[in-house]
């Protein structure tokens, strides 16, 4: 069962811009993370926020969280040609070791 | 760093046959995951295990079997491969979160084709 749902599904920038995606959930979660996936490989950790927290941040990368709306949003700034790759959201919950993954964005940046 | 292996890249074998898709992750993590990704589907939980000789059905466990013998390997198995199992198989590990959920640690991914 598909808990996050990425919006875009698909996104086209130009160096230099920021690129934002978003995630929404169903269901009650102890903490959203972001992974990101480059074509044909496996998927990397970049940031996890808790069900506590608003914002974070983690070099280029912003993470919002809005439990009330059950929605987070992914913003890369200054993106840059290697940024182009798959992202998805991943929900967890308390009192288990899953998570649910979204269906991704593809983000393509053109140098 | 973590690291976690999957045995093969790219695999291919016939319908009907018994394949082995095989994961060894080496910082002593309790739990292992096998998932499956398809194009729009996203990322699809087939089995899990929080410990050895634990398992956990997840979303689509038909048509496979996984074993944990030792912590550090998680093996899916396809008793009778079909084609409609042709997809890249990801497997990834975890602590156990205290209060749940911790990050997962993902292999390279092996991508199989059945025939």
């Known amino acids: 069962s598909q808990q996050g749902e990425e919006d875009p599904q698909a996104l086209s920038i130009q160096e230099g811009e920021n690129a934002t995606m978003n995630c929404s959930y169903k269901?009650?979660?102890?903490?959203l993370q972001w992974y990101r996936q480059n074509s044909g490989r496996g998927l990397v950790h970049l940031i996890l926020i808790r069900s506590n927290e608003r914002e974070k941040h983690s070099g280029r990368l912003r993470v919002t969280l809005d439990t009330s709306k059950k929605s987070s949003s992914l913003l890369i700034t200054a993106s840059r040609a290697a940024d182009t790759a798959s992202y998805f959201c991943?929900?967890?919950?308390?009192?288990?070791?899953?998570?649910?993954f979204g269906t991704g964005t593809r983000l393509q940046v053109f140098p | 760093d973590v690291k976690v292996t999957q045995s093969s890249r790219y695999l291919v074998k016939r319908t009907g046959e018994k394949v082995f898709l095989e994961c060894v992750q080496d910082?002593?993590?309790?739990?292992m995951f096998w998932y499956r990704q398809d194009p729009g589907l996203g990322l699809r939980l087939i089995y899990f295990s929080y410990d050895v000789k634990m398992k956990e059905k997840g979303d689509i466990p038909e048509g496979y079997s996984v074993s944990r013998e030792k912590k550090e390997r998680f093996s899916l198995i396809l008793e009778s491969a079909s084609t409609n199992q042709t997809s890249m198989y990801l497997c990834?590990?975890?602590?156990?979160?205290?209060?749940?959920?911790?990050?997962?640690?993902f292999g390279p991914g092996t991508r199989l084709t059945v025939l």
């Open positions: 991943a929900t967890g919950r308390y009192n288990t070791d899953k998570l649910i």
């Open positions: 910082m002593d993590h309790e739990n």
């Open positions: 990834a590990s975890s602590i156990t979160g205290d209060v749940g959920t911790d990050t997962q640690y």
């Open positions: 269901t009650s979660i102890n903490n």
